[in-house]
DNA sequence: ATGGGGGCCTGCCGGC
DNA sequence: TGCCGGCAGGCCCCCA
């Protein structure tokens, strides 16, 4: 479900509860999610202090003080909910325990840290800290594309010769890291690039306005969510979901956006999953 | 090598 | 009201 700016939204929001704090028990409850939880995960965890929470594309890392880092991902469905004490500010009651609340961690003074997943796409493993971005789910990762590492020399030299839509390419993690369904809809969108055209056949100035789109669209996002933090007690403890003010995304029918244009937004299938664009302004 | 499709799960929503 | 099909924001893996 969430793509890079909620799940940015998700760490920031842990940060403050997690961060500097030890973790007195972790209940792990069930054996596994897409797949199994590593070895004596529930021991590895408890008592053990988080030193820090990074992101890399959709995955959470939570580095310990036993120099293993813990990596999530939220996939489809995977949601963080957080419960008690951390400061006066953002305290409320602690939740009984729901459905789908697979991995329980209640941290040191208090708080509790719930990781609910319905569709169990989402996923949990310990790896060294050093050698956590080696992870064979990480390795192959492409640039984060708020990072320097993401231009459009980058882009072009990626997109060169594919014949693949762009929709696919941008989809694929290992030439830009962090982009899902919904934020690569709306990046094309507003780079007025049409979800269909082959990634090899677009002209570099475009792929330069497209690069823009994609930062432009994540920043503003991850702003959108921070937002939302300030105030999610009033969304029971939920991180990272937050309303979204979208130009193409599940607007089929509607009218676009884009000042001038008379066009409609239509929905149509592209490897077996929704795209959705303006015919009109999108080439 | 590259691209397309299936499969993993559960929940929800719209239509009949 | 109840049932059923379709759909969902991810990603790995297999096959052509």
Redo the contacts with the bound molecule.
């Keep these: 479900?969430?793509?890079l700016p909620?799940v940015e939204t998700v760490r920031r929001g842990l940060e403050p509860v997690l961060q500097g704090r030890r973790i007195a028990r972790a209940d792990i409850r069930r054996p596994?999610l897409?797949w199994p939880f590593p070895e004596n995960l529930g021991s590895r965890l408890s008592g053990v202090r988080v030193l820090a929470l990074r992101r890399r594309?959709?995955?959470i890392l939570a580095d310990l003080d036993t120099d293993e880092t813990l990596i999530v991902?939220?996939?489809?469905?995977g949601r963080m909910l957080i419960d008690g004490a951390t400061t006066a500010a953002m305290y409320h009651d602690r939740a009984a325990l729901e459905?789908?609340d697979h991995v329980v961690l209640d941290i040191e003074g208090g708080a509790r840290v719930r990781f609910n997943d319905?569709?169990?796409?989402g996923?949990m493993d310990l790896a060294g800290t050093p050698s956590a971005e080696a992870h064979?789910?990480?390795a192959?990762l492409g640039p984060e594309p708020l990072g320097n590492g993401f231009s459009a020399d980058h882009l072009a030299a990626a997109l060169r010769?594919?014949?693949?839509?762009i929709k696919?390419?941008l989809?694929?993690?290992r030439i830009v890291?962090?982009?899902?369904?919904?934020?690569?809809c709306e990046s094309l969108w507003h780079a007025r690039i049409h979800p269909a055209r082959s990634?090899?056949r677009i002209a570099r100035a475009r792929v330069e306005t497209l690069v823009t789109a994609i930062r432009q669209v994540l920043t503003r996002a991850i702003a959108a969510g921070g937002s939302s933090l300030r105030d999610y007690r009033q969304a029971d403890g939920e991180l990272?979901?937050?309303q979204?003010d979208f130009n193409v995304?599940?607007r089929e029918n509607q009218p676009c956006h884009r000042p001038g244009c008379p066009g409609v937004i239509r929905?149509f299938?592209?490897?077996?999953?929704?795209s959705y664009s303006c015919n009109t302004c999108q080439r």
């Design positions: 479900m969430p793509e909620e596994d897409r594309s959709k995955y991902h939220l996939g489809m469905s459905p789908h319905a569709r169990r796409f996923m064979r789910l990480l192959g010769g594919r014949r693949t839509p696919a390419a989809l694929d993690q890291a962090g982009l899902g369904n919904i934020y690569v990634a090899g990272g979901y937050f979204h995304y599940d929905r299938v592209q490897s077996g999953r929704s």
